[in-house]
Protein backbone atom coordinates (compact mmCIF):
# COMPACT_ATOMS: atom_id res chain seq x y z
CA UNK A 1 0.00 0.00 0.00
CA UNK A 2 2.72 2.09 0.92
CA UNK A 3 5.13 1.59 -1.95
CA UNK A 4 8.13 3.23 -2.92
CA UNK A 5 7.47 7.24 -3.90
CA UNK A 6 9.13 9.48 -6.53
CA UNK A 7 12.03 10.90 -5.26
CA UNK A 8 12.61 14.56 -6.70
CA UNK A 9 15.69 16.71 -6.43
CA UNK A 10 16.01 20.27 -7.18
CA UNK A 11 19.38 21.62 -6.36
CA UNK A 12 20.41 25.92 -7.10
CA UNK A 13 23.03 27.46 -6.61
CA UNK A 14 24.78 26.98 -2.89
CA UNK A 15 21.67 24.72 -1.83
CA UNK A 16 21.24 20.94 -1.27
CA UNK A 17 18.81 18.28 -2.12
CA UNK A 18 18.67 15.49 0.34
CA UNK A 19 16.70 12.44 -0.19
CA UNK A 20 18.05 9.44 2.01
CA UNK A 21 16.62 8.29 5.44
CA UNK A 22 20.68 7.72 6.18
CA UNK A 23 20.68 11.25 7.01
CA UNK A 24 18.01 10.83 9.89
CA UNK A 25 18.78 9.96 13.42
CA UNK A 26 16.04 7.63 14.75
CA UNK A 27 14.58 7.75 18.33
CA UNK A 28 12.26 5.30 20.09
CA UNK A 29 10.04 3.25 18.13
CA UNK A 30 11.18 4.71 14.58
CA UNK A 31 12.84 2.10 11.96
CA UNK A 32 13.72 2.40 8.48
CA UNK A 33 10.76 0.55 6.13
CA UNK A 34 11.92 1.51 2.77
CA UNK A 35 14.90 3.77 0.88
CA UNK A 36 12.20 6.72 1.83
CA UNK A 37 10.25 5.81 3.88
CA UNK A 38 10.42 6.40 7.95
CA UNK A 39 7.84 3.85 10.60
CA UNK A 40 7.56 6.22 13.64
CA UNK A 41 5.17 4.53 15.07
CA UNK A 42 3.42 0.73 14.59
CA UNK A 43 0.30 0.11 15.26
CA UNK A 44 0.88 -0.65 18.98
CA UNK A 45 -0.08 1.00 22.05
CA UNK A 46 2.18 3.89 24.00
CA UNK A 47 4.74 4.56 21.56
CA UNK A 48 6.47 7.08 20.33
CA UNK A 49 9.58 7.77 17.62
CA UNK A 50 11.41 10.31 16.57
CA UNK A 51 13.72 10.66 12.88
CA UNK A 52 15.60 13.74 13.10
CA UNK A 53 17.73 15.32 10.30
CA UNK A 54 21.12 15.23 11.13
CA UNK A 55 22.25 19.07 10.27
CA UNK A 56 21.14 21.58 11.39
CA UNK A 57 19.24 24.71 10.59
CA UNK A 58 20.06 28.05 10.47
CA UNK A 59 16.95 30.26 10.35
CA UNK A 60 18.39 33.41 9.08
CA UNK A 61 18.85 31.30 5.67
CA UNK A 62 15.70 29.73 3.76
CA UNK A 63 14.45 26.26 3.36
CA UNK A 64 12.19 24.37 1.89
CA UNK A 65 10.96 20.70 2.73
CA UNK A 66 8.40 18.00 1.24
CA UNK A 67 7.23 15.04 2.83
CA UNK A 68 3.99 12.49 2.75
CA UNK A 69 2.38 11.45 6.05
CA UNK A 70 1.15 8.65 6.78
CA UNK A 71 -1.55 8.45 9.63
CA UNK A 72 -2.93 4.82 9.58
CA UNK A 73 -5.53 3.58 8.87
CA UNK A 74 -8.07 3.16 12.22
CA UNK A 75 -10.29 6.09 12.25
CA UNK A 76 -12.53 6.56 15.79
CA UNK A 77 -10.12 3.33 16.89
CA UNK A 78 -6.94 4.81 15.63
CA UNK A 79 -4.57 7.81 17.55
CA UNK A 80 -2.60 10.15 18.08
CA UNK A 81 -0.86 11.63 15.28
CA UNK A 82 2.46 12.75 13.73
CA UNK A 83 4.40 16.20 13.95
CA UNK A 84 6.63 18.54 12.29
CA UNK A 85 9.32 19.79 14.81
CA UNK A 86 12.05 22.77 15.54
CA UNK A 87 14.25 22.15 18.51
CA UNK A 88 17.31 22.98 19.67
CA UNK A 89 18.60 19.36 20.05
CA UNK A 90 17.42 15.86 19.02
CA UNK A 91 14.85 13.44 21.40
CA UNK A 92 11.82 12.23 21.45
CA UNK A 93 8.97 13.28 23.58
CA UNK A 94 6.07 11.40 25.74
CA UNK A 95 3.77 8.74 24.48
CA UNK A 96 -0.27 9.47 23.85
CA UNK A 97 -1.60 12.68 24.02
CA UNK A 98 2.11 13.99 23.86
CA UNK A 99 2.67 13.57 20.37
CA UNK A 100 6.50 12.55 20.81
CA UNK A 101 6.93 16.49 21.43
CA UNK A 102 5.54 16.84 24.89
CA UNK A 103 8.87 16.78 27.08
CA UNK A 104 10.79 18.91 24.19
CA UNK A 105 11.35 22.57 25.38
CA UNK A 106 11.97 24.99 23.67
CA UNK A 107 10.56 23.46 20.24
CA UNK A 108 8.22 24.76 17.83
CA UNK A 109 5.81 22.06 16.71
CA UNK A 110 3.55 21.96 13.87
CA UNK A 111 0.98 19.09 14.58
CA UNK A 112 -1.16 16.36 12.77
CA UNK A 113 -3.50 15.28 15.71
CA UNK A 114 -5.68 12.32 14.95
CA UNK A 115 -7.63 12.03 17.91
CA UNK A 116 -9.95 14.41 20.21
CA UNK A 117 -8.77 14.97 23.83
CA UNK A 118 -11.56 16.88 25.18
CA UNK A 119 -9.29 18.32 27.89
CA UNK A 120 -7.44 19.66 25.45
CA UNK A 121 -10.06 21.62 23.28
CA UNK A 122 -9.36 19.45 20.39
CA UNK A 123 -12.02 19.67 17.75
CA UNK A 124 -13.91 16.27 16.84
CA UNK A 125 -12.21 15.95 13.56
CA UNK A 126 -8.58 15.53 12.93
CA UNK A 127 -6.80 18.41 12.88
CA UNK A 128 -3.63 20.58 12.32
CA UNK A 129 -2.22 23.06 15.17
CA UNK A 130 0.88 24.98 16.49
CA UNK A 131 2.36 23.07 20.02
CA UNK A 132 4.61 25.62 21.47
CA UNK A 133 7.19 23.88 23.87
CA UNK A 134 5.51 21.00 24.32
CA UNK A 135 2.31 22.25 25.26
CA UNK A 136 -0.42 20.37 23.89
CA UNK A 137 -3.17 22.80 24.71
CA UNK A 138 -2.89 24.69 21.64
CA UNK A 139 -1.07 27.59 22.72
CA UNK A 140 0.61 28.36 19.20
CA UNK A 141 -2.61 29.08 17.12
CA UNK A 142 -6.52 28.01 16.74
CA UNK A 143 -6.34 24.74 15.59
CA UNK A 144 -7.27 24.26 11.85
CA UNK A 145 -9.84 21.44 11.05
CA UNK A 146 -8.75 18.69 8.40
CA UNK A 147 -10.51 16.13 6.89
CA UNK A 148 -10.11 12.35 7.97
CA UNK A 149 -6.45 11.67 7.67
CA UNK A 150 -6.51 7.87 8.59
CA UNK A 151 -6.92 6.45 5.63
CA UNK A 152 -4.08 4.63 4.64
CA UNK A 153 -2.93 7.25 1.98
CA UNK A 154 0.32 9.52 1.48
CA UNK A 155 -0.51 13.11 2.82
CA UNK A 156 1.65 15.81 1.33
CA UNK A 157 3.10 18.22 3.69
CA UNK A 158 5.28 20.91 2.50
CA UNK A 159 7.36 23.44 4.69
CA UNK A 160 8.39 26.99 3.34
CA UNK A 161 10.37 28.99 5.76
CA UNK A 162 11.64 32.92 4.27
CA UNK A 163 13.17 34.81 6.43
CA UNK A 164 13.06 37.92 4.50
CA UNK A 165 9.66 37.90 5.41
CA UNK A 166 9.47 36.20 8.56
CA UNK A 167 7.10 33.36 7.49
CA UNK A 168 6.69 29.95 7.91
CA UNK A 169 4.14 28.57 5.77
CA UNK A 170 2.33 24.73 6.07
CA UNK A 171 1.22 23.34 3.04
CA UNK A 172 -0.76 20.19 3.69
CA UNK A 173 -2.27 18.32 0.41
CA UNK A 174 -1.68 20.93 -1.47
CA UNK A 175 -3.31 24.03 0.26
CA UNK A 176 -1.84 26.15 2.58
CA UNK A 177 -2.99 25.32 6.27
CA UNK A 178 -0.92 27.53 8.26
CA UNK A 179 1.33 30.81 8.34
CA UNK A 180 3.24 30.91 11.63
CA UNK A 181 4.68 34.56 12.41
CA UNK A 182 8.81 34.35 12.53
CA UNK A 183 7.69 36.61 15.51
CA UNK A 184 6.78 33.39 17.70
CA UNK A 185 9.65 31.57 16.01
CA UNK A 186 12.06 34.59 17.57
CA UNK A 187 9.81 34.68 20.75
CA UNK A 188 10.57 30.68 21.43
CA UNK A 189 14.63 30.87 20.16
CA UNK A 190 16.08 34.18 19.93
CA UNK A 191 16.72 35.71 17.18
CA UNK A 192 18.30 33.50 13.76
CA UNK A 193 18.70 30.29 16.16
CA UNK A 194 20.38 27.51 14.73
CA UNK A 195 17.88 23.79 15.03
CA UNK A 196 17.29 20.64 14.43
CA UNK A 197 14.49 19.68 12.30
CA UNK A 198 13.04 16.51 12.83
CA UNK A 199 9.00 14.48 12.64
CA UNK A 200 7.73 12.66 15.29
CA UNK A 201 4.75 10.56 16.66
CA UNK A 202 3.27 8.63 19.26
CA UNK A 203 0.32 5.87 20.27
CA UNK A 204 -1.25 5.87 23.56
CA UNK A 205 -4.26 3.32 24.68
CA UNK A 206 -5.38 3.42 20.78
CA UNK A 207 -3.10 3.19 18.08
CA UNK A 208 -1.73 3.57 14.04
CA UNK A 209 0.83 2.49 12.13
CA UNK A 210 1.93 6.08 11.16
CA UNK A 211 5.08 6.61 9.21
CA UNK A 212 6.93 9.44 7.19
CA UNK A 213 8.30 9.58 3.36
CA UNK A 214 10.71 11.83 1.90
CA UNK A 215 9.87 13.64 -1.18
CA UNK A 216 12.24 16.81 -1.50
CA UNK A 217 14.64 18.66 0.83
CA UNK A 218 15.68 21.87 0.02
CA UNK A 219 18.48 23.82 2.19
CA UNK A 220 20.39 26.49 1.15
CA UNK A 221 23.34 27.00 3.19
CA UNK A 222 26.24 30.33 2.80
CA UNK A 223 29.32 29.78 0.21
CA UNK A 224 31.83 27.45 1.33
CA UNK A 225 29.59 25.10 3.81
CA UNK A 226 29.56 22.63 1.23
CA UNK A 227 27.19 19.47 1.13
CA UNK A 228 26.34 17.15 4.16
CA UNK A 229 29.06 15.08 6.22
CA UNK A 230 28.57 11.59 5.84
CA UNK A 231 26.90 9.95 9.09
CA UNK A 232 25.04 6.80 9.40
CA UNK A 233 21.46 6.73 11.04
CA UNK A 234 22.28 5.99 15.12
CA UNK A 235 19.22 6.32 18.31
CA UNK A 236 18.29 9.17 20.01
CA UNK A 237 16.73 8.97 23.56
CA UNK A 238 14.63 11.11 25.13
CA UNK A 239 15.32 15.04 26.02
CA UNK A 240 17.36 14.71 29.23
CA UNK A 241 17.11 18.49 29.89
CA UNK A 242 13.40 19.22 28.70
CA UNK A 243 10.06 20.17 30.71
CA UNK A 244 8.20 17.67 32.39
CA UNK A 245 5.15 16.17 30.65
CA UNK A 246 2.72 18.29 30.12
CA UNK A 247 -0.79 18.81 32.12
CA UNK A 248 -3.84 17.25 32.14
CA UNK A 249 -5.12 13.53 32.77
CA UNK A 250 -7.47 11.34 30.97
CA UNK A 251 -10.22 13.08 28.89
CA UNK A 252 -13.56 12.49 29.65
CA UNK A 253 -14.69 9.29 27.88
CA UNK A 254 -10.87 7.78 27.98
CA UNK A 255 -9.04 10.07 26.22
CA UNK A 256 -5.47 9.64 25.86
CA UNK A 257 -2.72 10.26 28.53
CA UNK A 258 0.72 11.46 28.18
CA UNK A 259 4.19 10.08 29.60
CA UNK A 260 4.41 9.32 33.52
CA UNK A 261 0.21 9.84 34.52
CA UNK A 262 -2.11 6.48 35.19
CA UNK A 263 -1.56 3.33 33.79
CA UNK A 264 0.49 5.01 30.96
CA UNK A 265 4.04 3.43 31.15
CA UNK A 266 7.08 6.16 32.17
CA UNK A 267 9.21 7.61 29.43
CA UNK A 268 11.55 4.99 27.31
CA UNK A 269 14.81 6.66 27.78
CA UNK A 270 17.82 5.09 25.79
CA UNK A 271 21.04 6.39 27.40
CA UNK A 272 23.90 7.78 25.43
CA UNK A 273 25.73 4.75 26.37
CA UNK A 274 23.33 2.10 24.55
CA UNK A 275 23.43 4.72 20.75
CA UNK A 276 22.94 2.22 17.95
CA UNK A 277 25.16 3.26 15.44
CA UNK A 278 23.72 1.02 12.24
CA UNK A 279 27.14 1.75 10.09
CA UNK A 280 29.43 0.23 12.87
CA UNK A 281 26.93 -2.67 12.10
CA UNK A 282 28.25 -2.90 8.12
CA UNK A 283 31.77 -2.24 8.98
CA UNK A 284 31.83 -5.38 11.22
CA UNK A 285 30.12 -7.62 8.39
CA UNK A 286 32.80 -6.27 5.81
CA UNK A 287 35.77 -6.89 8.26
CA UNK A 288 34.11 -10.77 8.48
CA UNK A 289 33.79 -10.90 4.08
CA UNK A 290 37.67 -9.27 4.56
CA UNK A 291 38.75 -12.03 6.81
CA UNK A 292 37.30 -14.99 4.67
CA UNK A 293 39.03 -13.56 1.56
CA UNK A 294 41.89 -13.59 3.14
CA UNK A 295 41.90 -17.30 4.53
CA UNK A 296 40.49 -18.23 0.92
CA UNK A 297 44.23 -16.80 -0.37
CA UNK A 298 46.09 -18.28 1.90
CA UNK A 299 44.57 -21.81 1.56
CA UNK A 300 45.08 -21.17 -2.39
CA UNK A 301 49.00 -19.99 -1.51
CA UNK A 302 49.59 -23.11 0.01
CA UNK A 303 47.86 -25.52 -1.99
CA UNK A 304 50.34 -24.06 -5.17
CA UNK A 305 53.21 -24.76 -2.75
Given amino acids: MLGLGTLALLVPVHSWAQTSVEE ?23 LS ?15 ELRLSLVLGMKDTQG ?4 AFVLHPGMGTGWRGEGMGISGLSPSVAIEF ?20 NGDPFHSGAKPVQLRNLEDGQRHRL ?39 WGMTAATGRLSNDQQICLEELLLTYGRGEG ?18 APRGG ?18 DRIASSSLIV ?3 ARVGQNLVVLGQKILRLRSSFLDSR
Avoid at 49 to 63: E, I, N, Q, Y
Avoid at 119 to 131: K, T
Avoid at 227 to 244: C, H, M
Fill in 24 to 46: FELGGSAQVVSRDCIRLTDDHPF
Fill in 49 to 63: GSAWFHRPLDLGKPF
Fill in 79 to 82: ADGI
Fill in 113 to 132: DTYQNHHLGDPAEDHLGVVV
Fill in 158 to 196: RIDWTPETGRLRVYFDDVQRLDVPGSMLEQVFGPKPILH
Fill in 227 to 244: GPTPRGRRRVGFDENAAQ
Fill in 250 to 267: QAPGGGERPHGSGSNPGP
Fill in 278 to 280: ARS
